[in-house]
């Protein structure tokens, strides 16, 4: 039950009941009926509790532990998949994996984002935010892909790029301006998905694509909750009012048409059933590779420029009133 968070503890509570009958169950098959009343009423409380998670309860579910990651949809979704390493000016950037795969008999081109799995990992991976190196491999990649005519699917899943010292010596505000550039004139379509968080422009120069999909209780925004509630109040406990200011919530970006669609995950997160969510991405991403290859390859790309072009809600100060 340590997987559990804090406004889950009644679903916590049922859960030990519904263990307790089972064990039950074992020697007095008669409490079949008790066990089917209590995993109802544990469905219905899922339910009602995850119909109002606040902003900042879904980032902490985007967090998960046990979300899973990059590698574990590319596992469960694609076929034949070979990684491809190395940005052929640096080294390899583990927070970023890249390689070519099938959906349902179709080649692609596949770029992710890496948290990684238990703590040695997590540090390979450093956690997720990817090095310059890692966005001129995905670059090299997608570079890769327009050569050979091959869609792109994008997996995002970072809190941000890496700020150390290091990365902004090796030029990692430009491999990230290069990035959006480039992603900008790509002729093939471009799907990306949203699967945990998507933070700053660490996110965005892998997404700039046809179509932004996002995985229900995931989160899109331009900085953290944390650095939010930092920069404008100098305040951490000011974090969860600054989640819900930050309109990052899936439905929040589809009802400002910042993304297209969002993709329902299992009861209690995707961590609870990944390969149930593995098979809504698979069907999501195919649907609109599907109507995106319908699309003369001009005409598409110029969609995607005036998408990002109209993106947002802003008024403008100081015109004749």
């Not at 899922?46 to 990059?70: C, D, G, M, V, Y």
């Not at 992603?183 to 699967?195: A, D, E, G, H, T």
């Not at 404008?232 to 669609?261: C, F, P, Y």
Request: net charge neutral.
């Amino acid at each position: 039950m340590n997987d559990y968070f804090e406004f889950e503890k009644p679903i916590v509570h049922l859960q030990e009941k519904i263990n307790h009958v089972k064990e039950l169950m074992k020697s007095d098959p008669r409490q079949g009926d008790a066990l089917k009343k209590l995993q109802r009423k544990k469905a219905a409380l899922q339910e009602e509790i995850f119909s109002k998670l606040t902003p900042w309860e879904k980032t902490q579910i985007a967090r998960h532990s046990n979300r899973p990651n990059t590698d574990d949809y590319i596992e469960m979704i694609f076929e034949d998949f070979t990684e491809l390493h190395g940005d052929r000016l640096f080294g390899d950037d583990k927070s970023v994996i890249t390689g070519l795969a099938r959906i349902e008999g179709r080649s692609v081109m596949v770029i992710g984002q890496q948290k990684g799995k238990g703590v040695r990992d997590r540090i390979a991976r450093n956690f997720g935010m990817p090095h310059p190196e890692g966005y001129r491999k995905a670059l090299r990649m997608m570079l890769m892909a327009e050569k050979f005519n091959k869609p792109v699917i994008s997996f995002i899943d970072t809190t941000g790029a890496y700020p150390g010292i290091g990365a902004e010596e090796r030029g990692q505000s430009e491999a990230i301006a290069r990035n959006l550039l480039v992603m900008s004139q790509l002729k093939v379509p471009i799907v990306s998905v949203v699967i945990g968080e998507g933070g700053s422009g660490g996110a965005l120069a892998v997404s700039v694509a046809d179509r932004i999909l996002m995985l229900q209780y995931s989160v899109y925004s331009v900085i953290s909750p944390e650095g939010c509630a930092a920069i404008l109040w100098n305040d951490e406990r000011k974090t969860e009012e600054a989640a819900g200011a930050l309109k990052m919530t899936a439905t929040d970006l589809t009802e400002m048409g910042v993304i297209d669609e969002v993709i329902p995950e299992p009861p209690g997160g995707a961590h609870r059933d990944p390969k149930k969510t593995a098979e809504a991405i698979s069907k999501a991403v195919c649907r609109h590779l599907h109507e995106l290859e319908a699309i003369p390859p001009e005409q598409r790309q110029q969609q995607r420029y005036h998408r990002y072009r109209k993106i947002g809600i802003y008024s403008e100060e100081g015109k004749d009133s």
